[in-house]
C-alpha cells in the first residue's frame, strides 16, 4: 500500500500588515531543514533559538534575525514548521516571503496552518476555532473566554457529553435482541436517571456556550425614534465622546454611525440611525431606507421618545412596523426638561426607561436593561463559543428529548431510543469535529487570517 504523496510547504507573513519592530513570517511542512540550510546557511538547533542572516538565492543578505525550527510532529501544525523572525517593514517581509517561495513553498490560504494543525490531531476543531477567536476578542472577557476554550475547556465538556451518550447507547444495543427484556432493562441501567443527568449536563453546557456567544459576537443595538428625540445624544453618551452631531434642527442625522462599547465585557455594537418620518428631502430619505435595513439586522433596538409628548401614533406606526421577532428597550428621553427622577416602568414582558441622554441620568438603569435583555449574568467559566456550537447544542437537547419519548411509553421502543442517542452524539460531535463535513471545515478555516 503506498503512502499518501506529503502535503506541500506553506508559507505566510505571520503578523499584522504595516510596519513595526518585528515581522515573523511561518513555514509548514516537511523535510525543512534543507529550506533552513539554504536559507541562513547553517542547520539550526531543534527549538532553539539562532541569529542568523537571512540570504537570497545569490548568498546576499535579506535581513538577519532569529530562525526557529520545529521538527514534527513536535510542533503547532504536527509538521516541520520555521519561523524567521526579522524586522517588521513591508517590503523586507515580502522579500522573505518570496525567497521561502522560490525554495519550494506556496502561499498559505486563510486558516491552513491552523486546519493543518486540526488535521494532524493536535487540536480539536472547537479549539481551532479558539485560535481565531482569541485573535478577533473584542473584550478581556471574550479573550479569557477564548483561551479556556484553546486550553480545552469546552472540548472536555462535549466529550463527557459523548461518553456519556456511549455509555448508553451501549448499554441499549447489548439488549436489543432480547426484546422482552426491554423494561427490565430500563430500571436496571438508570435510563431515566442518566438521561435527567444528561440532560442537567447539556443545560449547563448550553447556558456557558451561550455566555461565550455573547463574548464573541456581541450585540447589534440599533437607536431608533422619531427626529430630534435624542437618538445622537445617547450615542455620544455611550460611547463617552462627540462622535454624532446633535443639535436642535430635526433631520441632522443621515446616515448610520457606529460606534462600538462594552458593559461588563459584553461588546455592544451601537448604531445612530437617521431619525423616521415622512419627508420629501431626498438624502433624508435614504437615510431612512438605510435605517430598516440596519433594524433588520439588529438584536436589539432601542426606541427613543420624546418625555414631554409620550408615545404618539407616529412612534405606533414605528412600533408596528418592527420585525416580530426583534427584542426591544423603549426610553422615556429628555426627563432632565420635566425635573423628573431616572426609573424603570414595568410594561409586560418589555421594558421602559426614563433617562436623559444629556444629562447622563438613568445610564445605570439603561446597562442594566441591556445586560437583562441580552441575558447575560456574570460567570467565571465560561468558554467562547459560535453559532455553530450553539446549534449543534441544541441538536443534542432535541434528539435527547425525542429518546425520552420513545421509552415514557407502556411500550418502549428501544431501537428508536438507540437512533436518536446516536443522533444527539453525532450532533455534538460537530462541535470538536469528530463528526464534521468536509465542506463545514472549508468555511470554518476559511474566515482565518492569512499565516494563522
Known amino acids: 500500500m503506498t503512502q499518501p504523496p506529503a502535503p506541500p510547504t506553506i508559507a505566510a507573513i505571520a503578523t499584522a500588515p504595516g510596519r ?87 502561499l498559505a490560504e486563510p486558516g491552513e496552518f491552523t486546519r493543518r494543525a486540526f488535521m494532524n490531531n493536535k487540536l480539536d476543531l472547537a479549539q481551532a476555532e479558539a485560535v481565531a477567536d482569541l485573535i478577533d476578542a473584542s473584550t478581556q472577557a471574550a479573550a479569557r473566554s477564548a483561551v479556556r476554550s484553546l486550553q480545552g475547556e469546552f472540548s472536555r465538556a462535549i466529550h463527557a457529553l459523548v461518553d456519556e451518550l456511549i455509555n448508553l447507547r451501549m448499554l441499549v444495543e447489548a439488549t436489543l435482541d432480547f426484546p422482552e427484556e426491554e423494561i427490565d432493562f430500563l430500571q436496571a441501567a438508570d435510563a431515566f436517571g442518566r438521561l435527567n443527568r444528561l440532560d442537567a449536563q447539556l443545560a449547563r453546557v448550553r447556558d456557558k456556550a451561550g455566555q461565550g456567544k455573547l463574548l464573541q459576537a456581541g450585540l447589534q443595538v440599533v437607536l431608533i425614534g422619531q427626529p430630534n428625540v435624542g437618538k445622537s445624544s445617547l450615542l455620544n453618551r455611550l460611547a463617552g465622546d462627540e462622535l454624532a452631531i446633535v443639535t436642535d434642527i430635526a433631520g441632522t ?64 406606526a414605528i412600533l408596528a412596523r418592527l420585525p416580530a421577532n426583534l427584542r426591544r428597550i423603549t426610553l422615556r428621553n429628555k426627563i432632565d426638561l420635566l425635573g423628573e427622577a431616572p426609573e424603570k416602568h414595568p410594561e409586560g414582558s418589555d421594558i421602559a426607561l426614563s433617562v436623559s441622554a444629556r444629562s447622563g441620568a438613568g445610564m445605570e438603569l439603561l ?86
Open 20 to 106: 513595526g519592530g518585528v515581522g515573523v513570517i511561518r513555514v509548514s511542512g516537511t523535510g525543512l531543514m534543507a529550506m533552513a540550510l539554504a536559507l541562513t546557511g547553517r542547520a539550526p538547533q531543534p527549538r532553539y533559538a539562532t541569529l542568523a542572516d537571512f540570504l537570497d538565492a545569490d548568498g546576499l543578505p535579506i535581513d538577519s534575525g532569529l530562525l526557529l525550527y520545529f521538527p514534527g510532529p513536535a510542533s503547532f501544525t504536527g509538521e516541520d514548521v520555521l519561523e524567521l523572525q526579522g524586522h517588521g517593514g513591508p517590503v523586507v517581509m515580502n522579500l522573505l516571503l518570496r525567497r521561502c517561495l522560490e525554495l519550494g513553498a506556496r
Open 253 to 316: 442625522t443621515r446616515d448610520a454611525l457606529k460606534s462600538s462599547i462594552q458593559i461588563q465585557g459584553i461588546p455592544l455594537h451601537i448604531i445612530d440611525t437617521a431619525g423616521l418620518r415622512e419627508t420629501e428631502d431626498a438624502v433624508e430619505k435614504i437615510g431612512i431606507a438605510r435605517t430598516w435595513q440596519e433594524i433588520e439586522k439588529a438584536d436589539l433596538a432601542l426606541l427613543l421618545l420624546d418625555a414631554r409628548v409620550g408615545l404618539t401614533e407616529a412612534d405606533r
Open 367 to 452: 446597562e442594566q436593561a441591556l445586560l437583562e435583555v441580552a441575558g447575560w449574568h456574570q460567570a467565571e467559566d465560561v468558554f467562547i463559543a459560535r453559532e455553530r456550537h450553539l446549534q449543534a447544542l441544541e441538536a443534542g437537547a432535541r434528539h435527547l428529548a425525542a429518546a425520552r419519548t420513545q421509552v415514557e411509553t407502556p411500550r418502549p421502543a428501544l431501537e428508536l431510543f438507540a437512533e436518536e442517542l446516536r443522533l444527539a452524539q453525532n450532533a455534538l460531535a460537530e462541535i470538536t469535529g469528530e463528526f464534521t463535513a468536509d465542506d463545514l471545515l472549508g468555511v470554518i478555516f476559511s474566515r482565518f487570517c492569512i499565516g494563522k
